[in-house]
């Protein structure tokens, strides 16, 4: 039962991902360009490279886990 609410936690805070990936990209982006259009274009362009970054992190992980 402990394993469940667990499992739930843990996937309730990946939705704090998504406000702070925003955040960060769009800081990140407005530091480099000065109007709105690029700014959005390189946002995105950041946030994916940090969501397949953290993708490959996160298979690297699970697959030392499953190595062990």
């Known amino acids: ?3 469940m609410i667990l499992i ?4 309730a805070k990946l939705w704090h991902l998504v406000p702070l990936l ?3 990209s769009l800081v990140y982006a407005a530091t480099r360009h000065e109007e709105l259009g690029p700014i959005a274009g390189h946002a995105a362009r950041f946030a994916i490279w940090i969501v397949v ?8 992980i699970q697959g ?3 190595m062990m």
């Open 1 to 3: 039962m402990s394993d």
């Open 8 to 11: 739930a936690t843990s996937a």
């Open 22 to 24: 925003t955040a960060v």
């Open 53 to 60: 970054f953290m993708a490959i992190v996160f298979g690297v």
């Open 64 to 66: 030392i886990e499953w």
